[in-house]
């Protein structure tokens, strides 16, 4: 093969030879490769060094050509030629097929935000965990919620399109970094009304469902926005029988953006479930007795107390009517602290008088 000649020419003790040689690989661009990829792994420094550089500069010329194609004369063919076309379609809701115009620039201009990351998708895959960590830590910093600043669209678009990829390892704090944005009111807005709203909801849901990223922002943000996969990652929550502080954001999640006909089999199976979710980490509430003085309650709340007040909410009726003292509140429909009982006696009788109310005929 020409490739590996030349790059054993690399190594040549005359200039011209080296020069020549690299001219050429560049030259081959795509051909090269290969050969490239194997002096990496088995060639003197010197060989390394150079074929880096050489890399570098192929994989960037290769990257840009067919992202340039792809801006000036948007197609599917164009687009087949660069990563991740296949999941954006599958996310987006595109029929790789018969894209639209609009659909292709979306796309275009995603890869255009960050082609960097694009890039080594493409060609160094190996590469993109420890890229997409120390990039997602830059963009973290501009997740500050300033209004008269504009929000980076096109790049979170990207890292929520990588990010969301299962097969991509996210080191140190590449998720919590990606979902630091979800508290940002700019994105919220941009989810709301912005023009590219459907695309971002569709990779927002993508990156929801992905199961090893902590739940609780984005189980937050599906309560004040509706995102499909947000509902679906609680679903799942609910489903595992989870006993972290997770399961009372997912259950009101169902409560918030779920439905009787779906989810209220789901709630009535959790009425025996009696894991405590708060007070946190085995902590102890209290209360104020008369003086003012603060001392220790029994007061907790259950996996059951929660789906006995949120399937309540989805039948219609108050839970108050079942012995539940419980709180409204804007955003996560109730108090947190305002969902259990002070002992497992009135829990009991709550939950039997549910039951008698709605048995099944």
């Not at 040549?12 to 990496?40: C, K, P």
């Not at 595109?94 to 275009?108: G, H, I, M, S």
């Not at 790049?155 to 991509?168: I, K, N, Q, V």
């Not at 929550?237 to 972290?244: G, H, Q």
Request: glycine share 6%; net charge negative; charged share 25%.
């Amino acid at each position: 093969m020409r490739a590996r000649g030349l790059v054993s020419a690399l190594d040549s003790e005359r200039f011209a030879d080296r020069q020549e040689a690299a001219e050429e690989l560049q030259g081959l661009g795509e051909f090269a490769i290969t050969a490239l990829n194997e002096a990496l792994n088995a060639g003197t420094l010197k060989a390394r060094r150079d074929a880096t550089v050489l890399l570098d500069r192929i994989e960037k010329k290769l990257f840009d050509s067919r992202l340039d194609a792809l801006l000036q004369e948007p197609d599917g063919e164009a687009a087949v030629s660069l990563p991740d076309w296949s999941r954006f379609c599958q996310i987006a809701g595109v029929n790789p097929e018969d894209p639209k115009r609009q659909e292709l620039l979306n796309f275009a201009s995603i890869l255009e935000a960050e082609p960097e990351l694009f890039r080594l998708k493409q060609f160094r895959p190996n590469a993109l965990p420890n890229a997409l960590a120390e990039r997602s830590s830059e963009l973290a910093a501009l997740f500050h919620g300033r209004v008269n600043s504009p929000f980076p669209a096109g790049s979170y678009a990207a890292l929520l399109l990588l990010g969301s990829d299962p097969e991509t390892r996210l080191p140190r704090a590449t998720s919590t970094n990606i979902s630091a944005a979800l508290s940002d009111q700019r994105l919220s807005r941009l989810v709301r009304d912005g023009a590219q709203r459907q695309t971002v909801r569709a990779l927002l849901s993508a990156w929801f469902i992905r199961d090893d990223i902590a739940a609780e922002r984005p189980l937050y943000f599906t309560m004040e926005h509706g995102v499909k996969g947000g509902l679906e990652r609680a679903r799942a929550i609910v489903e595992a029988r989870s006993s972290r502080p997770e399961m009372i954001l997912a259950i009101l999640t169902l409560g918030i953006t779920g439905s009787a006909e779906d989810d209220l089999s789901r709630l009535e199976e959790l009425l025996d479930q009696p894991d405590v979710l708060w007070p946190f980490g085995g902590a102890r509430a209290v209360r104020r007795v008369p003086g003012g003085q603060v001392v220790d309650s029994e007061y907790t709340v259950k996996t059951c107390d929660v789906a006995l007040a949120v399937a309540c909410h989805l039948r219609g009726v108050s839970p108050n009517k079942f012995g539940m003292k419980i709180r409204r509140t804007e955003g996560s429909l109730f108090a947190l602290a305002s969902l259990g009982f002070s002992s497992d006696a009135a829990r009991e009788t709550a939950i039997e008088a549910y039951r008698k109310e709605f048995a099944s005929p």
